[in-house]
């Protein structure tokens, strides 16, 4: 396995059609980047009979490692982590914490994916919690959003630590040496938001970072790109990520609804068919999957569970990005541990 | 004045484009609804100017009263409340306070607006404090959303109050006699969320309500229209909210910036050129103008800052109906007093 700069492990099964865009995911990656090693966890005989319809992973290495199980999505994490640990999810995450890989990328049960993670490759000294971040897009490229959903109960060293290592990720993703870091907030004032917030402000205002501190932001500011990095805590990050989901689903759902329901409405849409093919090249979300959970002793990836394997490519895409970057090794060294 | 059903006591000057877009608002009201009586505070030569110009409003019976002063959106809350008694936000809510007028409406600062209809109108006995309630489209119709965030803190009480002031509110607006009410979090298992709001969900799951308690809701689940009523703590709530304003923003702008970045999306932007206008209708925020301030002894409208005539104009017809639909009365009978 030398002849590899790093190796990921893969969860084949989680999320739908699964392992079929797993598989067809790292097809994609590999025509782009030969440099990365798979092991693959999951069901070796539907894993290897999706292999052998994908000619681009069949050239290169690989290693399947089967497994008996799988955590299903309706598995409640208490139950996952009892009976999980012949399952794909478990495996590929030992694997990490067994350092037979340097990251996991999972499309299964977010909340086993994080609990197990924590359990086994353990949070990086002193960091007490980890945290979801997640790509936004915005007018001149994308911000990373964190927390997404981890922390429901969020304090003030969670607000200051997570802008440390919202800032590395920033840096390794997009190489931008001073990235800007924002609190979101409901309003722009000082005076505005409850105490942990205020707390966590003063001492980012005052205390020198290794970003610029924007001071706080608000939910429709995102989009303007003018902030790279978007602290917030699990809840209302969750709630923010969600209700922007909708949002697009309702205004792109409407406009569809509209284009179909006259026959002018449909020869505009077949006139207009290329421009409606950029529009959704542009706003393809795609793009952006992988939630990463940052904290922990490795990286690792959550993909989509309803992504296909384009999406899969990306998160892939994501995580060579990381390891590249040294992710890891730039955070640690921020806590004083290395 | 008693052959009018209704007076709403206007402040003519808050937000862009004012008084203008307000008596012009007014105007578009008094076509088709001639039953209400406006009581219109502001610079009253600034306002007759405008009414002169308003063949609509000419017609119809108003009073003017002169306020010098206005509070403007810079005005810290404090410093609007020390010196804003002369001023146009000062005065209508006072002329509710005493009863000359039965509900206020405003474009001005939020804030201001907020603390001083406490401190004039002050709250009904038994709730704590006032929440922010606005209307969000969906796919059916439109869901209330509450509290769009004037409680950044909140606790049991305030879940459990708002649940019953929001589903009266949906009630007198959509009349629908048993509206379905949720509670937003970041799933929909009973173990997510923190601690009060998995207190507020026990107790609605095991009292008897005057609506259908549905249970926990997320973000994306809002624009199915299954759930009428939306409960959430003001932060969540108002970065939801924001989150969502700039999501549109981005969708529209970014599909924009398709159409006219090249001469054959220009063409297909003018053969669509029909659609386009009911997408536009479909998609009108402006229908949806009014943040309603609730648990007051009154109720208090708060216009969009930006909004134009039609928006202020859609806020008044919001305001006809929670006054005609006796929306105060039947908020108080659910707190035992009247």
Redo the contacts between chains.
């Keep these: 396995m030398s002849s590899f700069d790093y190796t990921i492990a893969i969860d084949a099964m989680g999320g739908d059609n699964s392992p079929k865009k797993v598989i067809d995911g790292i097809g994609l990656f590999l025509k782009e980047d030969k440099s990365i090693f798979f092991n693959i966890y999951g069901d070796e005989a539907l894993i290897q009979n999706h292999i052998n319809q994908n000619k681009s992973i069949q050239q290169f290495q690989y290693k399947i490692f089967h497994c008996s199980t799988k955590i299903e999505n309706e598995n409640?994490v208490r139950n996952a982590i009892k009976v999980g640990k012949d399952s794909s999810m478990w495996r590929s995450i030992d694997s990490v914490n067994k350092k037979d890989s340097d990251l996991v990328i999972s499309s299964g049960n977010t909340g086993a994916l994080l609990v197990i993670s924590k359990l086994l490759i353990k949070m990086i000294n002193g960091i007490d919690k980890p945290a979801i971040a997640g790509l936004w897009?915005?007018?001149k490229n994308a911000s990373i959003v964190m927390d997404l959903?981890a922390n429901?109960?969020f304090n003030e060293k969670n607000y200051l630590d997570f802008s440390k290592i919202g800032a590395e990720l920033y840096r390794v993703i997009f190489d931008k040496q001073e990235p800007v870091v924002a609190l979101?907030n409901?309003g722009s004032?000082e005076?505005?938001?409850?105490e942990e917030l205020k707390n966590s402000f003063a001492k980012l205002a005052n205390q020198k970072n290794n970003f610029i501190f924007h001071g706080y932001m608000?939910?429709?500011?995102?989009?303007d790109g003018n902030v790279d990095v978007v602290i917030?805590d699990?809840?209302?990050g969750?709630?923010?990520?969600?209700?922007?989901?909708?949002?697009?689903?309702?205004?792109?759902?409407?406009?569809k609804k509209?284009?179909s329901s006259s026959i002018?409405?449909k020869f505009?849409y077949l006139?207009?068919f290329?421009?409606f093919r950029?529009?959704k090249k542009?706003?393809d979300p795609r793009k952006y999957n992988g939630g990463i959970f940052l904290g922990l002793n490795a990286p690792v990836i959550k993909s989509h569970g309803g992504a296909d394997s384009l999406a899969f490519y990306y998160s892939l895409k994501l995580s060579a990005k990381i390891l590249r970057g040294n992710l890891l090794k730039k955070i640690k060294l921020n806590f004083n541990n290395e």
């Design positions: 409640s897009p915005n007018f959903g429901i109960d979101l409901v004032e005076v505005k938001g409850h608000e939910g429709n500011q995102i989009k917030t699990g809840f209302s969750n709630i923010a990520l969600k209700t922007a989901e909708g949002t697009v689903n309702y205004i792109t759902t409407e406009i509209i284009y002018f409405g505009c006139v207009s290329f421009i950029e529009i542009t706003l």
